[in-house]
């Protein structure tokens, strides 16, 4: 099947690719802590963590050749495995070892289904899908006495276009829209919930050229708006629903493309992300994201479908649980 050889040669169709990664957590401030309430705190505090996560977690990694124009008038279906380890937790820049986060631990497995229909809009080529997660947060070490979640998660819709693509000289400029919708499991008295219970969307740029011969170079930067979730309860500390909003978050993402032969192509990518500062009734938590991370990935085109993986990690964050492990397995063919 053409659709599945290297797109260097044939253009195999691609699309942007949205991921559950990062881990982080409200930041509240201890001076209004009493110290008596002081262990409360911590354990209010770690369940805040947890449940903030799920909300923050829709980073829009790329794998290589995402940016990569489709072709027209295709239909495919994915299934894949997305899975992420957490431990160490961070405030502001430093380690946080008081009780529970001796040894903190934090699986999160999840399952993804998506749906992909490729299409032109005049000359310009396009692509939409719709996404369904279901997974599991599983608290671990320190954190075993806390109860874990599974349930679907958010969906998730996209639609991307292309302004310039010119397949002679493997050049293009895509555009992409992603929209999450707050249809996953939640419920404002529950510590963890798969679901955000709030809207988010995203605005994506990404360009992709070569460099020499089969290496080609990417780059995309993405910022994502929160829409308010005026339920939160447990997470914000609160024995009553308040309203809970955040900042928008940019991320940057760049990196090289590398076509070993017709059927396997691997890349490599630096990630950095910042902003998404929340606030809690319109009172600021101190606690914007300052991440770099790092993800390695390989594909095979083959007669069967496409077939991913891609592995990375943190190298460096300012508040949350540092992300130690991301695993993803993914399956894609036409129908």
Partial sequence: MQEWQNPSSSEAPKWKQPILG???????????????????????????????????????DLLPNDIVAPLPDKNY?????????????????????????ASPVIENPNANLRLVRSYAIGDLPGIS?????????KP?????????????????????????SNRETRTY?????YLILPTGSYSSTQTLTMGGNRYISDLQVGFQKPIIENLEGMIAVDTMFFGGNSQCATACLSATNVSLTQKPLTTVQLGPVYAINQTYTVGASYI???????????????????????????????????????????????????????????YTMEF
């Fill in 173 to 177: 400029l895509g555009i992409a829209g």
């Fill in 77 to 101: 279906v994915k299934v894949g495995y997305y899975g992420t380890q957490n431990n160490t937790y961070l405030k502001n820049g430093s380690v946080v070892s008081s009780a529970p986060y």
């Fill in 272 to 330: 950095y992300v910042a902003g998404g500062a929340t606030l809690v009734n319109n009172a600021y938590q101190n606690n914007v994201i300052n991440t770099q991370r790092f993800l390695l990935s390989g594909i095979a085109y083959t007669d069967l479908g496409r077939f991913t993986l891609q592995y990375g990690r943190d190298m460096e964050i300012k508040n949350g649980f540092i992300q130690t492990k991301l695993l993803s397995i993914g």
């Fill in 140 to 164: 671990q070490g320190s954190l075993s006495a806390y109860p874990g979640t599974t349930g679907f998660g958010d969906v998730g819709l996209a639609s991307a276009i292309w302004p310039y």
């Fill in 129 to 137: 899908y719709i996404q369904l997660p279901y997974g599991t947060i």
């Fill in 22 to 60: 990062f881990f982080y957590a409200i930041n509240y401030d201890e001076r209004l802590i009493d110290p008596a309430h002081l262990m409360r705190f911590y354990r209010t505090y770690l369940f805040t963590a947890m449940l903030i996560q799920p909300l923050l977690c829709w980073g829009i």
